[in-house]
């Protein structure tokens, strides 16, 4: 069903904000986006205490919108962009608000970036694996749960970052949702799913919940899950990006060393001209594209068995050709896919024809030396 922007920002116009007007015409909305029922925009607040006083305001948008028929999600960022003179104490800018009433867990996530000449090894980490995407919804976090997966079951000493800090899925996907981590002195202590060592800013917060944040937080929020989680003794850590070219790419391929990105693609034409623009601020970046995988290439019908390409097919297999770059490898269309994201399991940590594409997937990265 497809969900009109007009609709969208005439229920944002029924809200009113403290200091007068609506959402809308106090122009307060940024980069609202409508993609496959997701509907997601940042709210633009003057400064951190504006923003959580908008709290109400936020819950209200998210209450009309989940109401349009053809909405099953909403994500809702609350930024405060930084004020030269109304910067808090290092620690409170990020406010994760923890679900069921628990104070959020004392780890000060969100502190100041700290000075760091140039990238770093992350401690007891000899590879890590950068999972970006040029646009949203292609499937990257699914993806990265499932490759992650695939590789524990080959072996493989895994963790997984979700830095995809606009939405962070991975603990539904891989069915830590309300559980938190713990922290011990500075070090935070990961959780483990699946074989997997995980983390994510999203553990930090009730589902769905927007954070308060800035830039420099956003960038300090990062170094932190990279420095101060014990991730132990890793093969391999991959990080599930946000989607596009923005501040947390530049700040994991300045701060870190990154050993490759992995290109997420579905072969419609406009899904690869953004993987295009993330292929080039990987080289700008200096980090190299170690290659570009195809999801929802192939739609193979449960019931008669016939393969349908929904989306086109063979589109990143010919757009990593003529890119020079290697094509790594392809993941069907499934409803179990997204079924097992939903329910916790990531299907490859199944049997089955596409948790073996991802087995494929991950020996291959194996096979070149790269997980
Ligand atoms: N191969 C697949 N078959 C069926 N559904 C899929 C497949 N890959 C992803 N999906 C579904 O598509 C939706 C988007 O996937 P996902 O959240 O992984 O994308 P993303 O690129 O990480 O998006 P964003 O960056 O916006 O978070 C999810 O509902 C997911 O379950």
């Known amino acids: 069903m497809t969900i009109s922007r007009e609709r969208v920002l005439s229920e944002l116009q029924q809200i009113a904000v403290p200091g007068g007007g609506n959402l809308v015409s106090a122009d307060l909305v940024r980069a609202l986006s409508i993609e496959n029922g997701t509907v997601r925009f940042v709210i633009e607040a003057a400064d951190a205490d504006a923003a959580r006083a908008m709290a109400p305001v936020e819950a209200e948008a998210e209450r009309r919108l989940r109401a349009i028929p053809g909405v099953e999600k909403v994500q809702i960022v609350m930024t405060a962009p930084a004020g030269p003179r109304r910067a808090p104490p290092a620690g409170a800018e990020v406010v994760a608000r923890s679900g069921q009433g628990e104070p959020p867990p004392s780890l000060k996530i969100g502190r100041h970036p700290t000075p760091q000449a140039g990238p770093a090894p992350v401690s007891g980490v000899a590879r890590i ?77 009730k589902e769905g919940e927007a954070v308060v944040w800035r830039g420099p937080m956003l960038m300090g929020a990062l170094q932190q899950m990279l420095g101060q989680v014990n991730w132990g003794e890793l093969d391999v850590l991959l990080v599930d990006l946000p989607p596009g070219t923005g501040d947390v790419q530049l700040t994991l391929c300045q701060k870190a060393q990154v050993s490759g990105a992995i290109i997420v693609s579905t072969p419609q034409d406009v899904a690869l001209i953004d993987a295009r623009r993330a292929i080039d601020m990987f080289n700008k970046l200096k980090t190299p594209v170690l290659g570009l995988v195809e999801n929802m290439s192939t739609y193979i019908c449960p019931n008669c068995g016939h393969e349908a390409h929904l989306f086109g097919h063979g589109g990143v297999a010919a757009e990593a050709q003529q890119l020079g770059l290697p094509f790594l490898g392809e993941i069907p269309l499934n409803l179990e896919v997204r079924l097992a994201g939903d329910g916790g399991t990531p299907i490859a940590a199944t049997d089955g024809p596409v948790s073996d594409a991802f087995t494929r997937l991950a020996q291959r990265l194996i096979g070149g030396g790269m997980a």
């Open 129 to 205: 694996l950068a999972i970006g995407s040029g646009k949203g919804g292609v499937g990257k976090s699914t993806l990265t749960s499932n490759l992650a997966v695939a590789l524990a079951r080959a072996g493989r000493r895994v963790g997984l970052l979700d830095a995809d800090i606009y939405g962070p899925s991975q603990p539904r996907m891989l069915g830590l949702t309300g559980q938190r981590p713990t922290s011990e002195g500075d070090m935070i202590q990961p959780l483990h799913a699946h074989g997997v060592t995980v983390m994510s800013l999203g553990l930090m917060m």
